[in-house]
C-alpha cells in the first residue's frame, strides 16, 4: 500500500528521520514543501535534497518557502540539530538544485491538480500552510488528510513553557491551520514523548550494514548528546517520525476531539495550544469544524519502533 505525500517540513534531524521513516513504510513523496523554522529555509531546502538524495530518492522535487514566520522574527534551533541541522556529522550536502516554485504556491498547484487524492504531512512550522491556506480558501477541501507534528495539549512545551516548537515558531499560522474546515491530526508532545527509542533499538541502527541504518546512526549523535541533557538519559525523541507514521497507518494509534485555539497574546504562553480539555457540554464531533483537531489517545509504541527499524533495515 502507498500514499501519496506531500511533506512540507524544516530538515533537521528529526525530519530527515521522517523522510526516511515514510519512505521504508508506503510514503511516495509527491514534493516537499520547506519552511524556515530548525534552521534558515535556504538550509533546510538543502538538508532536505541530502537526505533525499541519500536514499535515492533523486527524482522528489524540493521546493524552498517561507523564511520568517507570519508575526515575529525568524528563530532557529541549531542548539537542538547542529549548526548544518543535520548534526554537524559531515554528511555532504547534495548539490541538486531545488524546484522553481516556491512553496505555498506549490502546495495549492498539487492541492488543485490531484483533489483529494494527497496526503498533507506537515512537521515544520505551519507558515507555508498557513500562506496555502490564504492563497487557496478551499484547500481543506482538495487534500485527503491533514497530518501535524505540533502542540502540547496538556503537557508542557519545548521551545517555552507552554510552547511547542512548530507551533511556537509561527503561532498565527497555526491558527490558520486550526480555523480551516479539515480533518486536522495534531500529533503533539502528549505523545511525541512517549516514542524515545529505548537502548536495544539504537544499538540495533548503530549494528546495521544497511546504509539508511548508517546515515542514521550519523545523524542522531548530535540529537543523543542534545537528550542527554535535557532529559538525563541517552535516548532520542520521534517527533516528526511519528507524524509521517500516523499518516500513513493510522491505525497505530487511537484517537480523540478536542476543541484547541492558539495563544496569540500571552507575555509567557504565546504560541501555546490550549485544548479543552475539561470535558464540559457535548463532545465535538466533526473533525472538520473550525477549532476541532483530532489529539492521539493511545498508542502502539512497539509496533512504531518496529516500522522504524524496519525503514532503517536495522
Ligand atoms: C518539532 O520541532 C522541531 O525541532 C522538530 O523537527 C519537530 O518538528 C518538535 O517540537
Ligand atoms: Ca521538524
Redesign the pocket.
Given at each position: 500500500m502507498t500514499t501519496d505525500v506531500l511533506l512540507d517540513c524544516?530538515t533537521?534531524i528529526?525530519?530527515a528521520l521522517a523522510i526516511l521513516y515514510g519512505a521504508g513504510n508506503g510514503a511516495r513523496y509527491v514534493a516537499c514543501t520547506v519552511t524556515h523554522?530548525?534552521v534558515p529555509v535556504p538550509l533546510g531546502t538543502r538538508n532536505t535534497l541530502t537526505v533525499l538524495d541519500a536514499i535515492g530518492l533523486t527524482d522528489v522535487p524540493v521546493h524552498q518557502g517561507a523564511a520568517r514566520p507570519m508575526a515575529q522574527p525568524l528563530l532557529t534551533?541549531e542548539f537542538?540539530?547542529g549548526q548544518d541541522g543535520l548534526g554537524d556529522a559531515g554528511i555532504a550536502a547534495s548539490t541538486r538544485e531545488p524546484a522553481g516554485t516556491l512553496a505555498a504556491a506549490e502546495i495549492v498547484r498539487l492541492a488543485r491538480s490531484r483533489p483529494g487524492e494527497l496526503t498533507l504531512v506537515a512537521?515544520?512550522p505551519l507558515t507555508n500552510l498557513g500562506l496555502a491556506l490564504l492563497l487557496e480558501p478551499r484547500l481543506p477541501e482538495l487534500v485527503d488528510r491533514v497530518v501535524v507534528?505540533g502542540g502540547a495539549v496538556g503537557v508542557p512545551g519545548?521551545a517555552s513553557e507552554t510552547g511547542?516548537?512548530?507551533v511556537w515558531h509561527d503561532p498565527e499560522a497555526a491558527q490558520l491551520v486550526l480555523d480551516a474546515p479539515w480533518d486536522v491530526l495534531l500529533v503533539g508532545?502528549e505523545i511525541t514523548m512517549q516514542t524515545q527509542l529505548p537502548p536495544e533499538a539504537l544499538a540495533r541502527i548503530r549494528d546495521s550494514a544497511d546504509p539508511r541504518a548508517q546515515l542514521t546512526w550519523r545523524l542522531v549523535q548530535h540529537y543523543l548528546d542534545v537528550y542527554e541533557e535535557v532529559l538525563g538519559e541517552r535516548t532520542c525523541v520521534l517527533?516528526?517520525p511519528l507524524a509521517m507514521a500516523l499518516a500513513l497507518d493510522p491505525e497505530l494509534a487511537t484517537y480523540r476531539l478536542v476543541r484547541a485555539s492558539i495563544e496569540l497574546r500571552g507575555e509567557r504562553t504565546r504560541g501555546q495550544v490550549v485544548g479543552d480539555l475539561r470535558g464540559y457540554g457535548p463532545a465535538p464531533s466533526d473533525p472538520a469544524d473550525p477549532g476541532v483537531v483530532r489529539i492521539v489517545d493511545s498508542l502502539d509504541t512497539a509496533a512504531f519502533h518496529a516500522r522504524f527499524l524496519r525503514a532503517l533495515g536495522a
Open positions: 524544516d533537521g528529526d525530519d523554522g530548525n534551533a537542538v540539530h512537521v515544520g507534528m519545548n511547542e516548537a512548530n508532545l517527533h516528526d
